[in-house]
């Protein structure tokens, strides 16, 4: 999803794995195809100037858990695919799609 360097744990998160991004200011973009067993993107205070961007284009993400997207967080689907499996998705943020495809299970 991002380059390593820039998680804590120095890796990607798998499909076993929470990705958790709430650093306000903070946009990443998948390199790739991911998989991600739950993902939260921002929190819902102290949204600051901005809060944490996730840009999903041209690639998949399929998740396997839940999905939260606080109301700092945006989300941007153009051109990839999002798929979403037994789980709940909440979305008080931003939801952005200009292309690609929604799927869930």
């Known amino acids: 999803m991002a380059h390593c360097r820039e998680l804590e744990s120095n890796q990607?998160?798998?499909?076993?794995?929470?990705?958790?991004i709430t650093n306000n200011g903070v946009t990443v973009s998948l390199a790739g195809d991911?998989?991600?067993g739950s993902l939260t993107l921002g929190d819902n205070v102290n949204c600051g100037s901005g809060g944490p961007s996730?840009?999903?284009?041209?690639?998949?993400?399929?998740l396997y858990g839940n999905f939260t997207i606080g109301s700092c967080g945006q989300f941007t689907l153009?051109?990839?695919t999002f798929v979403g499996q037994y789980a709940q998705h909440t979305v008080s943020g931003t939801m952005g799609w200009t292309g690609g495809s929604l799927a869930g299970h």
Do not use: E, S
């Open 54 to 62: 996730l840009n999903v284009a041209g690639h998949a993400l399929r």
């Open 78 to 80: 153009d051109g990839g």
């Open 34 to 36: 991911a998989d991600v």
């Open 12 to 20: 990607v998160p798998g499909g076993g794995d929470a990705a958790i």
